[in-house]
């Protein structure tokens, strides 16, 4: 036995008793290197997958390599423990779930082996995520193009397992055809390298081989009687390797390759180790047309014709999804772009190949075609390579879009994948819109026109009669994919909700003949046991995350939630009045629920969310694994462990509320806002810190403590203070804190600005919301705000203080950060109270700090302030947002000249970021003439407020910084202006790489040129 190692061990020994004192958690927790998790909220959050699925598995291991998940392995194997290999866990039937000992291969087994940019193949671990992958092809002009839509975090080790498809396989194939060979560890423990029969030789690896080669022989004609002819054709095991069926074939000259057995097994027949892909040139150039359809119907119908064209990819977006991406700030406009009127539905036609003219002869075919079919005048041309890019992430997010309506009532995943010839597809559809009809609902359809899998999803209420219905519509749908020869599974594997439908497809023959296989491979069923052989039902209510003994328990939350708390007609589509739908916790439940596990947020491209993943690859740190932690604790399946306990805080952690998931998130998942949930609860349940205390109450002890700059200064410039700061105070001694300052604005002898109606010009004033953190630390910014108002022609109202006359205005984001929503409350109402009189005549309310004003536009309206938050909010404006609005309307004149400087590199804040209101900063600095500006492709840049200077979180807020941020600052040139408009971000550029960044303001203050008065000067 291996000597024990520091590595992290989770175990709950008041819910696991058993477990605890096993040899299998002792051993795991001596000899394993990585994680070991068997407590009770690690389990539940490898409980579900993206499906309607749960199931709390044994435990958790997640290997630091390849050494430790072979120790694993061997370990589960003496004790005769199921194991069950896991990738992002974004399955959709159920794989990924069971209870087995969870391998998961994500965090550590991401390397890329050996590449050989000749022959175009490449090895990799299992844990390597598709986009990454392909990151590292790019340069070398290759891609692996087996595309699904959750390539940002999909590994290949679970595209393999599930034989992925994605959006090209008319062009490219399946996995199966993309996959060359397989290196995997049996449950025996036999290591063998799969590939091409002529290439497998040895005792151990000619005794299965033989023996499957015989089964394939044995069953060659009833492989040709059962399986279907088609290319989207992924249940059972690909036992016609041996005789194929598929329209593409599995290689090139015919021969077996016993790697295509493999793939598609969904972990029931080995743990896969490495894999080898075939890999495939980037296309030079790609056309998109997209085809605006009056009717769904009409879109069926042409989708055979459209693939004469020979297109790369011909994808569906329906109705329901068009509104749903409308209603998504991040995707509203960029499909807005494709859209010719109201279409019924639109099929995205891609083009792609070296020769650029052939794909614009092509589009310009797909144009003429769709006039000889009745629609002239329907195609979309869309050739800019980032707008292209842009409407395939609408795409890509269907998914997530679909599970984005509110209500009790989800579009369910189980017959989303059947595959029905292309001449078919318009019955097909028709007849099955009838069938939901029937059943009282409505079905969601997107995807893979091209090959005749949709991706439809009837939208089922799963806790109150789904079940039924699903089996039910099931049943009928079967009927017709048998009458039209399709494939019951065309993509999304088999796993619980498919696989009792394995026997269906193939018949009693083939499906002896796959358990025959299993046993060959595993006699003891320890791998992903109960999937593809000997499955449960899929409407086994006892397996479901909604089943019968999920509670949704009474809570009072302490924001307002009511818009969630809605029903949804899935006919109509008509949601009813906020607060009826039923939720005893008033929408948060249903806003905890809206999370459908697809994983999103595990992702590493451009974008915030969620920069904790980014840093420490644990699924507790995602917006699934907190949204999953966060009601499996309100619903009472956490045993001892509440909404309020340890489990909830350890998941919540790391969350710096960058409000990341707010819009990345495609379901609306805004955990920064369920973050202030639990920190209520917590705080009623043990109180409020005296650390907590010091940050929240800034804004109220700040105007003192201004006086007294002097002695607060002296923390970072007097031996041993930074030292005694951290053990008093939490605060790490490795952070400098922020210098204060006299404050910006002064109320001795100051006069408060008035709300007079009159003005010298009407229309040409703007308040501006001076907030705690430029009032005392940054007042250059303020200053230099105002002077760029004023040389523009507007009155800049600052010193609004209201009916009471006292300290400045404040957001209250500082007790919100602490958990205290009453005192938040308490600002918040005396904010609207002195803003309300200049948003009733239509006046704007300029913020300088992202997190600061953009509290006007969020956390305000949840308060119930009913009206006037509204009011107050609808005139809220970042200065940058001011300008480009004023600007758009003509009413910007704003003289600037050039700087010295001629590059200038910007860093967005979150919250800038999570509002859409990030592009507007670079639209500013473009006036400057001659400026250049680059964006940082960054996340949070780790500070986010309090957090990166609490002396716990200062590692993981520097690495945060690490990713991008400041590794892109550091090899700006000297003479490169940094642009970043959050408070905390220029601190934390400032302390990694002692570069000063500059807020817009204090850009455009620099390149005025001359002197402009306004009608009335500052008024302080």
Known sequence: ????????????????????????VRRLSAECRGDVLFDIASRGRYSTDASIYQIFPIGVVVPRDEADARTALSIARELNVPVLPRGAGSSQCGQSVGEALVIDHSKSLHEVIAFDANAMTVTVQPGVVLDQLNAFLRPQGLWFPVDVSTSAQATIGGMAGNNSCGARSIEYGNMVH??????????????????????MHGVVSDALTGALSAIGAREHDEIARMVPHMLRRVGGYNIDVFHPQSVRPYTSDGAVNFAHLLVGSEGTLAYFSRLTLQLARLPANKTLGVVNFPSFRAAMASAQHIVTLKPTAVELIDRTMIELARANPAFRPVIERALIGEPAAILLVEFSGEDGSVQTERLERLTEL???????????????????KELWEVRKAGLNIMMSMKGDGKPVSFI??????????????????????????????????????????????????????MRAIAEEASVMVRQYKGAYSGEHGDGLCRGEWVAWQFGPRLNAAFGEIKALFDPGNRMNPGKIVAPPRMDDTALFRFGPRYQRPAFEPALDWSSWDVQRDPLTGHETVPGSGGDPAHGLINAIEMCNNNGHCRKFDAGTMCPSFRVTRDEQHTTRGRANTLRLALAGELGQEEFAGDAVRDALDLC?????????????????????????????????????????YLPRYAPRLSRLSWIANLRDRMPGAARLSERWLGLSRRRSLPQWHAPFLRPSGSRPSTCAPATAAPGREVVLFIDTFSNYFAQANAQAATRVLEAAGYTVHTNVLGPAKGRPLCCGRTFLAAGMVEQACAEARRTLDALLPYARR????????????????????????????????????LFEEFLVREKAAGRLSLKLKSLPNSQALLHGHCHQKAFAAFEAVKTVLD??????????????????????????????????????????????????????????????????????????????????????????????
Request: aromatic content about 6%.
């Open 656 to 696: 710096v509320s960058c409000k990341g998931c707010r819009r990345e998130c495609p379901t609306g998942v805004d955990m920064a806002k369920l973050k202030i949930e639990f920190l209520a609860a917590r705080n009623a349940r043990y109180g409020v810190s005296l650390q907590q205390r010091l940050l929240a």
């Open 178 to 199: 993309n996959v060359i060979g397989i290196d995997a560890i049996l449950a025996d423990g036999r290591e063998i390298a799969f590939g091409p029969a002529s290439e």
């Open 370 to 388: 769709m006039g000889d079919l009745g629609l002239p005048d329907a195609v979309v041309r869309i050739t800019a390579p980032q707008a292209q």
């Open 842 to 877: 239509g006046v704007a309310i300029v913020g300088l700090e992202p997190s600061c004003l953009l509290t006007l536009r969020d956390e305000f309206l949840t308060y119930r302030f009913g009206e006037d938050a509204l009011l107050v909010a609808r005139n809220a404006l």
């Open 1 to 24: 036995m291996n000597a024990p190692v520091e590595h992290p061990v989770k175990i709950d020994s008041r819910l696991s008793r058993v477990a605890v004192d096993s040899p299998l």
């Open 927 to 1020: 006036w400057i003439p001659g400026l250049q500006t680059q964006m940082v492709e960054s996340s949070c840049c780790g500070m986010a407020g309090a957090f990166g200077y609490e002396a716990k979180h200062f590692d993981v807020s520097m690495k945060m910084a690490e990713l991008t941020l400041l590794p892109a600052i550091r090899a700006a040139a000297p003479a490169t202006l940094i642009v970043a408009d959050g408070f905390s971000c220029r601190h934390q550029i400032a302390d990694g790489t002692g570069r000063d960044a500059m807020h817009v303001a204090q850009v455009l203050d620099l390149a005025l040129d001359g002197v402009q008065q306004s009608p009335r000067g500052i008024e302080r």
């Open 416 to 469: 989303e994948d059947c595959a029905v010839p292309l001449e078919h597809l318009e019955e097909y559809t028709e007849r099955l819109t009838q069938i939901f009809r029937k059943h009282g609902t409505d079905g969601t359809w997107y995807a893979h026109a091209s090959v005749g899998t949709l991706h439809v999803r009837p939208i089922l209420d799963m806790r109150r009669g789904g079940a039924a219905k």
